[in-house]
């Protein structure tokens, strides 16, 4: 398996981060999971993910909304 940077470095993998063709994948596993599970469930699927997504890429204080800042990677993606 070829290592194309460091899973522990945020940096290098918002810098090759396709946004375009994540909101595709992940629209098209929801589709998938809506036609098998109930569509709240899908929904906090969803919330989730985007949630630990952006916990990981975002610069944010804790309790100060207008802190909270997310890299151009990732304009696309919430």
Known sequence: MKKFCDPNDY???AAGFDQEASCVTMARI???RAESEE???VLKWLDRT???VVSRFAKYNRDDA???QLNKEFSLYP
């Open 11 to 13: 940096n290098a993998l």
């Open 66 to 68: 207008s802190s909270f």
């Open 39 to 41: 569509p709240i469930e």
């Open 50 to 52: 985007l949630i630990r």
């Open 30 to 32: 929801g589709i998938l």
